[in-house]
Structures are given as structure tokens and as C-alpha cells.
């Protein structure tokens, strides 16, 4: 089993609706979890990070983190087109300091 | 914020050059880097971990005297593509976090080596 599992999609959303990204993991002592947005051809950019259990949110996103369950999610409301991107979820690894283990990403698009 | 810069953004040479790529945190400290690679349309490949005044951590499968790292101060690290050949055009990204437990890892720009 993956460390940290993303649906690869694409996710289809129209503009304006809220966009759900989810990710999985199997490491229950993760302690933190970030969200990355990646445009084509640029690189990762951090856009959330988040480490206790409920709901975290900053402008149009929220992070959720179910430790029990092991998943965080990504809500984006609101969708725009420029959010069109592919999001990475990420945790570290386990005794590795701050080396972080990717999921595959979800690529979302936002369509007009 | 935190910020990492990364130098330069795009590098096209010949088969048989080596290419330096510097990767510099610009408002905080950081003992360890790390280094990706990312063909078109895959995933992030985790290359290296650099270390502050120390050897590498370098990956399964990645050849440490082809890539070179260099992390010498605590806020410099550098890779160096040694004797390069079309099959290491990519796209080289570094990253780094602060010291401490659950850090994040911030991204340089990246840089998109192209090897004729």
C-alpha cells in the first residue's frame, strides 16, 4: 500500500462550485499534513498545512484532517478557473525529519 | 512567507557539459534541502537529501557521482549534473524547510534542463 494515496482524477468542476480533493494515508503517526498546488510546467506551491483534527481554512480553502480515519481533504469553494492545477497531498515520513512522501496528485479542472 | 530561490530557470547545452543548479533559502535557515526530478506529466522524484556541512542521502537508483550535491552553508545547496546527456533533460527542483519537526518543504522555480 502507498504511503499517501490521491485519486489521480481529472475533477471536473464547473466554475463557482466547491471542488473536494481527497487523500488517504497509511502512516497513523503522521503528525502533519501539507497541500500542494502544482501548475503545469512549475512548481509545487505550498497552499495549506495542517496537523490536528477538524477543519482548518485560509480565504477559499479548507483543509480537513480525519486522524481516525486517516484522510485529509482539500475544499476548494468557489472554483475558479485558475485554480485549474494538479494538488499534491503530503506527509512526512516517519523518521525521515522533513522528508515528505508526495501522493500522485488530483488534477483539477475548472471549467467555465 | 518563506522563500526559496532557485538559479538558473532554464539551462540548454550540449551532450558532455556539466550544469550547476543553485538552490538558495532566502529568509531562513535550513540544514537539510532536498532535490526533484520531474519528467513531463509524472510525478515529483525525490533525488537527494542535502545536508548541511555533510554528505547526500541520495535516493535508490539516483548515481551520486552524476549528480553532485553541495549544501556548504546553511542556506546554499547545489546540484551538479555532471558530463550531461540528452536522457538528464528534466525538470530539477529543490526544496527546503525550516529545522524542527513537521516542517513544510517550500519549492524553488525549478529549473528545466534541456541537453542536445
Known amino acids: 500500500q502507498k504511503e499517501v494515496e490521491q485519486n489521480s482524477g481529472p475533477l471536473s468542476v464547473p466554475e463557482g462550485a466547491i471542488a473536494s480533493l481527497n487523500c488517504t494515508y497509511s502512516d497513523r503517526v503522521s503528525q502533519s499534513f501539507f497541500w500542494y498546488r502544482q501548475y503545469s510546467g512549475k512548481s509545487p506551491e505550498l497552499i495549506m498545512s495542517?496537523?490536528?483534527?477538524g477543519d482548518k481554512e485560509d480565504g477559499r480553502f479548507t483543509a480537513q484532517l480525519n486522524k481516525a480515519s486517516q484522510y485529509v481533504s482539500l475544499l476548494i469553494r468557489d472554483s475558479q478557473p485558475s485554480d485549474s492545477a494538479t494538488y499534491l497531498c503530503?506527509?512526512?515520513?516517519?523518521?525521515?525529519?522533513?522528508?515528505?512522501?508526495f501522493g500522485t496528485g488530483t488534477q483539477l479542472k475548472v471549467e467555465l | 512567507g518563506a522563500v526559496v530561490s532557485q538559479h538558473p530557470s532554464r539551462v540548454i547545452c550540449k551532450s558532455g557539459t556539466s550544469v550547476k543548479i543553485e538552490c538558495r533559502s532566502l529568509d531562513f535557515q535550513a540544514t537539510t534541502m532536498f532535490w526533484y526530478r520531474q519528467f513531463p506529466k509524472k510525478s515529483l522524484m525525490l533525488m537527494a537529501t542535502?545536508?548541511?556541512?555533510?554528505?547526500?542521502?541520495?535516493e535508490q537508483g539516483v548515481e551520486k557521482d552524476k549528480f553532485l550535491i553541495n549544501h556548504a552553508s546553511l542556506t546554499l545547496s547545489t546540484l551538479t549534473v555532471t558530463s550531461a546527456h540528452p536522457e538528464d533533460s528534466s525538470f530539477y527542483i529543490c526544496?527546503?524547510?525550516?529545522?524542527?519537526?513537521?516542517?513544510?518543504?517550500?519549492f524553488g522555480d525549478g529549473t528545466r534542463l534541456s541537453i542536445l
Open positions: 495542517i496537523y490536528s483534527n
Open positions: 526544496s527546503a524547510s525550516r529545522d524542527g519537526n513537521n516542517q513544510p518543504q517550500h
Open positions: 503530503a506527509a512526512p515520513l516517519t523518521g525521515g525529519g522533513n522528508k515528505l512522501t
Open positions: 542535502s545536508n548541511e556541512g555533510s554528505k547526500a542521502t541520495y
